[in-house]
């Protein structure tokens, strides 16, 4: 079992930033890909930022050149951060992990809420 934990939510102001932090369990890295989700109220969870087990990223068009996700393998914690904030980016913002392979798994944190502000 994979225990993901986030932090580092809250209300900012347009064009601000903030940092999301996920706390994983030690070691997953080179086992699990790492990715950020997103659910604004009344839509469907999307994705946002992703990470594999070898480093490679991905983003989706509408956070490309704003928000970036990364590593810190002493601390086992992905990190997404967010700059130039909209308030179309205000959601609650959720940790995955997940592998194919040898067995399919797929664990979430319990989502960490953002507000943008105009």
């Known amino acids: 079992q994979v225990q993901l934990v986030e932090s580092g939510g809250g209300l900012v102001q347009a064009g601000g930033s903030l940092r999301l932090s996920c706390a994983t369990s030690r070691g997953i890295f080179s086992i699990y890909a790492m990715d950020w989700y997103r659910q604004a109220l009344g839509k469907q969870r999307e994705f946002v930022a992703a990470?594999?087990?070898?480093?490679?990223?991905n983003y989706a068009d509408s956070v490309k050149g704003r928000f970036t996700i990364s590593r810190g393998n002493a601390k086992n914690t992905v990190y997404l951060q967010m700059n130039s904030l909209k308030p179309e980016d205000t959601a609650v913002y959720y940790c995955?992990?997940?592998?194919?392979?040898?067995?399919?798994?797929?664990?979430w944190g319990q989502g960490t809420q953002v507000t943008v502000s105009s």
């Open positions: 995955n992990a997940h592998r194919a392979y040898p067995v399919t798994e797929d664990y």
């Open positions: 990470i594999t087990t070898s480093g490679r990223t």
